[in-house]
């Protein structure tokens, strides 16, 4: 993809524009440097990753390899096609030519495979084997999308920057998920469409607890799996949750209010949806 179509970075940690070195972004502020690493930019390199993170971006490292043929596997099991279980709630980012969208958590890009051409894509993970995975399945799939290593928390990108951010899988279990989804507020422009898509609260956790390679001591956030449904903030607009997956999953879609002249957005952490 054009390098004129890179969205602009910034530091995750305090927002400051980034300018582009010889292999790294830096903050000219404070001179703190993000190395790119095989075209993928670096934020959060594991030595400055904690708890649940940690634990998953171990986890996803070491199963980066088997992710997507297990994914198809389960879906083969399960009697239907891993294109018709995505497009569940692929369909409905209602994605538009020239539309900049963000996958926070993008895995091994699977569902980037089945979104229309003609968008600008991004996507960023705190695993680095499953970006490696991401970018080889790209090149594979003659797909094109901008790879960021770093955690939902903490995006690199200013804010308005996207028409588009989704997230599929594993918010429940961050760290902190109520940041992520701020975050990914954030980085939205006032108008655009979010789609948020995980485990339901009574689902055993996350279909991992069953997997062999399970990082096996997992907290959940406050002890309890927080429904990022209860987290959206007030302000938002056309809040729609669906149920999936025979109950399994929630499919959570919202819009960013636009902003009114005069007022600067800024979101209320306090639940909007109650239990
Ligand atoms: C179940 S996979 C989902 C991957 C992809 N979205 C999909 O639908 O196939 C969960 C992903 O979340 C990533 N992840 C876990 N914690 C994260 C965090 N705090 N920030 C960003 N990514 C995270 C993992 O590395 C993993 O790739």
Redesign the pocket.
């Known amino acids: 993809m054009s390098t004129d179509l890179h969205p602009a970075l910034s530091d995750p940690f305090n927002h400051y524009s980034l300018r582009l070195g010889k292999g790294y972004w830096e903050n000219p502020l404070s001179g703190d440097k993000y190395y790119i690493n095989g075209g993928i930019p670096v934020f959060l390199p594991e030595e400055l990753m904690s708890g ?2 940690l634990k ?2 171990r986890f ?1 490292d070491r199963i980066s390899r088997f ?1 997507r043929f297990s ?1 198809l596997l389960a879906s083969r099991f399960g009697g239907y096609s891993d294109r018709k279980s ?1 497009m569940r709630y692929l369909q409905k980012l209602h994605i538009a030519p020239g539309n900049r969208v963000l ?6 890009a ?2 980037l495979k089945y979104l229309p051409e003609g968008a600008i894509y991004s996507g ?4 680095f084997g ?1 970006l490696t995975m991401a970018a080889k399945h790209l090149r594979k799939w003659k797909r094109s999308a901008f790879l960021f290593q ?4 903490h995006l690199p990108f200013p804010a308005d920057s996207f028409d588009v951010v989704f ?4 918010i429940v ?3 902190d998920g109520q940041r ?1 989804l701020q975050e990914m507020i954030r980085v939205a422009r006032p108008g655009a469409r979010l789609l948020i898509v995980d485990d339901k609260e009574d689902t055993p956790a996350c279909g ?1 607890r069953f997997n062999p390679f399970n990082p096996g001591d997992i907290s959940l956030p406050g002890g309890t799996m927080a429904l990022p449904s209860r987290l959206i903030p007030h302000g938002m607009k056309n809040i729609e949750i669906s149920i999936l997956d025979g109950g399994n999953l929630f499919c959570l879609i919202f819009t960013k209010p636009e902003l009114r002249p005069g007022h600067e957005h800024k979101p209320l952490m306090t639940p909007a949806v109650q239990r």
């Open positions: 649940n993170n998953y971006s996803y992710y994914s995505r996958e926070v958590a993008v895995g091994t699977d569902n960023i993970d705190i695993s499953m770093g955690e939902a928390e997230h599929v899988g594993g279990l961050f760290n992520a991992e």
